[in-house]
């Protein structure tokens, strides 16, 4: 570090060890300025010039080092200055404070700031990206972040010194001077009775009306400049339209149509989407048929002590092809049409934005859903196509088994493929780019199902560029690039594609209304599932980045809901707990945070941990391996979040998903009677676990003491 930046920095270490020695935040408060405002006021009538420039450096000092106390200056500058020349000494002040304070962060304590406030950079780095100058506008007039928090975290993006300045003055000028105004009318105040003066009421509604008002008004100028251009109808012939027939949109008409809403649901394929016919119904079916494989042959082997033969390959594809065929027709068309839904099985795509246009016809809406659901992504690799790639689209109409089976992924589709085709008799390598599987799980979580793997026979082959697929002599091969190995040739007969999906939008017409995609295909959307037009929601994969059966539907009430009544209250959809699980042997459930995550944010935690051995209900059906983390606020029964691994951890994970919901802590739970011998005993036995370690030790003494005085003559 320069000398230059080392002198900067210990004037601010020095600044900031004089506030909390010298306690100067005592004179930062109503009660101080309302006692000494008489001999402040003596002090601008005598020294006018001194008072206004000794007021301005400490308002910038105060704002530069993100001091607290500066809501009670302004509220002094209305009390010594009056409203108009209060309001242009705290917009000025605060501006240059705002600037130093950004200054400070972007070439000072980047690091640190980063570490601190990551989060909140990145959202306001999204903002930008989405809204420009406008978000930085709307983050002054709306504070959604601190001041003290907003001035270095800017520091941090790329917003010119310029632009920070006239955003930062525009949006804080409403807001300064209607804390002013509140001062000045607070040290007028000689009585009680003051406060139902008129100007003192008036005062008080707008500074609680200000935030709603900016807020409304914002969404209001958004509004109007998403539809310029476009007319929008005096009457329409549907309350919502929905395009797409898969769990998010299913879903979302069933609400709305339970509303007495006029609902149209449009789907081009089938109903149900990706989860019923090529998503977790078939590979959970799967998973169950290649585990229960292994099972048998396991016990065949224990009593043989010969190698016995794998399962029927077409037998087991075959009843998973049955099992989703049956999970097929639980959405139909007459059960939607009896609930009050128009089912129309078309292509819809969208003319404006209140109309979608379907078999030569356009139908118009109020408000519209885009719920189309995913579908697997390819990578761009030469002579991959000509080898005919799997996807979780075309792998279920395999009828033989593949000796050597490639699967390309390393997250849980991935490995939850690699397991099942393993145990069904197949040598399949798992490779990745990655260097590690599960990199979004619990690291503990992830090594478990990496060993479990190894166990199982895959060929882990991790940390490889693929770069091209040859065919020499009729083998297969996958080239790729190893980091010290040059180039590594990986055979095979079929090769599977589990790299993640990318929302289906293609062919809606979303150019034309300008809405954007991001690199997964997903929409920009809001708290509320808005795009950018504040009728047009979007659920599931194509809102992003949750595309889970279980997530799209939970998030189908927050669209219809808005769409319907969003003109009156809009509801923000919750993302604080939202469940996912592995289904591999063992399985990985969690919600909430994992520990890395934690970390990231900078939220500190404890842990307890409970391993399955110790469970009754584990050890009597022989799945004593395995584990049950919790992570709780420091000191506190509050659940941050939770990770098992174990067989049935899915199923073990629903207690804790209910607690976390309903904000029950682990006291609540250590107090719930569950039934004995079983695995949904772990929430009670770790939360007891947590409260043990948790005992008073004074407390414990007093009872012990107390418990041996009980005895009588016996003191020992």
Not at 124 to 140: D, P
Not at 193 to 207: D, E, F, K, N, R
Not at 473 to 481: A, H, V
Not at 696 to 715: I, M, V
Request: glycine share 10%; with cysteine; charged share 20%.
């Amino acid at each position: 570090m320069k000398v230059s930046r080392l002198i900067i920095l210990a004037m601010l270490i020095a600044a900031v060890a004089c506030f909390f020695i010298f306690d100067l935040g005592e004179y930062l408060t109503l009660e101080s300025i309302k006692s000494h405002s008489g001999a402040l006021h003596g002090q601008v009538q005598a020294h006018p010039w001194w008072a206004r420039g000794t007021f301005f450096a400490v308002y910038v000092a105060l704002t530069a080092l993100s001091f607290p106390g500066t809501v009670v200056l302004t509220l002094l500058a209305g009390a010594l200055f009056g409203l108009l020349e209060g309001t242009l000494l705290v917009s000025f002040a605060s501006n240059v404070g705002a600037v130093m304070a950004m200054l400070i962060s972007r070439f000072m304590l980047r690091d640190w700031i980063q570490k601190r406030f990551g989060s909140q950079i990145t959202g306001i780095n999204k903002g930008l990206a989405r809204e420009g100058t406008f978000y930085l506008v709307s983050l002054r007039l709306i504070p959604l972040v601190p001041f003290v928090l907003l001035n270095p975290a800017l520091g941090l993006t790329r917003v010119s010194i310029w632009t920070f300045w006239w955003t930062t003055q525009l949006g804080m000028l409403p807001g300064n001077a209607i804390y002013v105004n509140a001062g000045q009318q607070l040290v007028r105040l000689q009585s009680l009775s003051g406060i139902l003066s008129p100007s003192m009421i008036g005062t008080l509604v707008l500074l609680a009306v200000f935030p709603l008002l900016a807020t409304r008004l914002l969404t209001l100028y958004k509004a109007r400049q998403a539809y310029r251009g476009w007319h929008k109808p005096k009457c329409f012939e549907r309350n919502l339209v929905v395009i797409g027939g898969g769990t998010g949109g299913l879903a979302t008409a069933r609400i709305a149509a339970s509303m007495k809403a006029r609902v149209s649901l449009f789907e081009r394929q089938r109903l149900g989407g990706v989860a019923v016919h090529e998503g977790s119904v078939p590979a959970r079916a799967l998973s169950r048929s290649a585990n229960l494989t292994h099972a048998l042959r396991q016990g065949q082997r224990q009593e043989s002590g010969q190698r016995v033969e794998a399962a029927d390959f077409a037998e087991v594809m075959g009843r998973v092809r049955r099992l989703a065929d049956k999970a097929m027709g639980c959405p139909s068309v007459e059960h939607y049409t009896r609930l009050g839904v128009e089912v129309v099985m078309a292509e819809a795509r969208l003319s404006s934005p209140w109309a979608v246009d379907v078999e030569g016809r356009t139908l118009t809406s109020r408000a519209i859903v885009i719920a189309t659901g995913s579908r697997p992504w390819t990578p761009p690799i030469p002579g991959l196509d000509a080898v005919e790639p799997l996807t979780c689209d075309t792998l279920w109409s395999l009828h033989e088994r593949p000796e050597r089976l490639l699967i390309l992924g390393n997250g849980a589709g991935a490995c939850e493929f690699a397991q099942a085709f393993q145990r069904l008799g197949c040598q399949v390598t798992l490779a990745s780019e990655r260097e590690a599987l599960l990199e979004q799980e619990d690291t503990e979580a992830a090594q478990a199902v990496t060993a479990a793997l190894n166990a199982d026979g895959v060929e882990l082959r991790l940390g490889l560029s693929p770069l091209r697929v040859e065919v020499v002599e009729g083998e297969r091969r996958l080239i790729c690039g190893a980091r010290d190995e040059g180039e590594l040739a990986l055979p095979f007969d079929r090769v599977l594609l589990a790299l993640g999906q990318s929302a289906d939008v293609e062919g809606l017409g979303l150019d034309a209304l300008g809405l954007r995609c991001g690199d997964d295909g997903s929409l920009e959307v809001d708290e509320y599932l808005a795009t950018r037009y504040p009728n047009i929601y979007a659920v599931g994969s194509v809102a992003g980045p949750y595309g889970a059966p279980h997530v799209a539907e939970h998030q189908a009430w927050y669209a219809a809901v808005n769409a319907l009544f969003g003109g009156l209250r809009r509801f923000a959809v919750s993302e604080r707990v939202i469940p996912h699980a592995v289904f591999t042997a063992p399985e990985i459930a969690s919600v909430g945070l994992t520990e890395a995550e934690a970390r990231t944010l900078g939220i500190e935690f404890d842990v307890i941990r409970l391993n399955l051995g110790s469970l009754a209900g584990a050890v009597a059906e022989g799945t004593g391996e395995g584990f049950v983390k919790v992570l709780t606020e420091p000191g506190e029964d509050r659940i941050l979040g939770v990770t098992i691994v174990g067989e049935q951890a899915s199923e073990t994970l629903a207690g804790f998903v209910v607690a976390m919901k309903h904000k029950l802590g682990l006291n609540k739970l250590a107090d719930t009677v569950q039934l004995g011998a079983t695995l949904g005993e772990a929430s009670r036995v770790v939360a007891e676990a947590w409260r043990q370690q948790r005992r008073p030790a004074r407390t414990l003494g007093w009872a012990e003491r107390f418990n041996r005085w009980r005895l009588g003559g016996s003191r020992r």
